[in-house]
């Protein structure tokens, strides 16, 4: 990675580029390698879980209003599915573009139809869509996690304001988590 960063540091002077922007793998130092001024800006925080320990302890690791919420969520009658497809993106977008409603994101963050059917077509195999479902069996919380041998991302998700309640996110992210845990996943 240190090479790689040298060498755009240094293709970006000579093409007289003053900006970039580069998503790494969380593995990277990113003050390894660059030097003479260059300001490294962090845009975002990720939270990462080490799947190489026991499922106890990332349970334990979780705060406890975490460990409650998905307790809730389990006797609010949630339940979770992971699909492989986004054959109808439908509800996943619904509950998407809601969210990107309520949080007043900018409109590059709201996607059409041929967005997530591109996805379907060229992501085949590389991503999971988990959805909790509330007792009615309808969808309340979905989230869009890439896949790797080794890592999974949650990309998109969202949840329905008239849910939290239920706390369904919560139970998202465990379960996603617990797949982590099934197939031998790192992170």
């Known amino acids: 990675p240190e090479r790689v960063l040298v060498a755009l540091r240094r293709w970006a002077s000579e093409s007289r580029i003053c900006s970039v922007f580069l998503r790494l793998s969380l593995?990277?130092?990113i003050d390894s390698g660059i030097h003479d001024g260059t300001v490294i800006e962090d845009r975002a925080q990720n939270v990462v879980v080490d799947?190489?320990?026991t499922n106890e302890e990332?349970?334990?690791g979780y705060e406890h209003k975490?460990?409650?919420s998905v307790k809730k969520a389990l006797r609010g009658g949630c339940e979770v599915?992971?699909?492989?497809n986004?054959?109808?993106?439908t509800e996943f977008m619904s509950i998407y573009n809601s969210t990107m409603t309520r949080r007043r994101a900018d409109q590059r963050y709201v996607f059409g139809v041929d967005f997530y059917n591109q996805i379907g077509r060229e992501l085949r195999g590389s991503f999971s869509v988990f959805n909790v479902r509330d007792e009615a069996g309808r969808m309340i919380s979905a989230e869009l996690v890439l896949e790797s041998d080794q890592y999974l991302y949650s990309f998109l998700g969202g949840t329905e304001a008239d849910a939290f309640h239920l706390a369904p996110n919560s139970l998202l992210k465990h379960e996603v988590i617990q797949?982590?845990?099934r197939t031998g996943r790192r992170g």
């Open 81 to 84: 599915e992971r699909v492989t």
């Open 27 to 29: 593995e990277v130092k």
């Open 179 to 181: 797949y982590g845990l």
């Open 86 to 89: 986004l054959d109808d993106p």
């Open 51 to 53: 799947l190489l320990r």
């Open 58 to 60: 990332i349970w334990m």
């Open 66 to 68: 975490v460990r409650k």
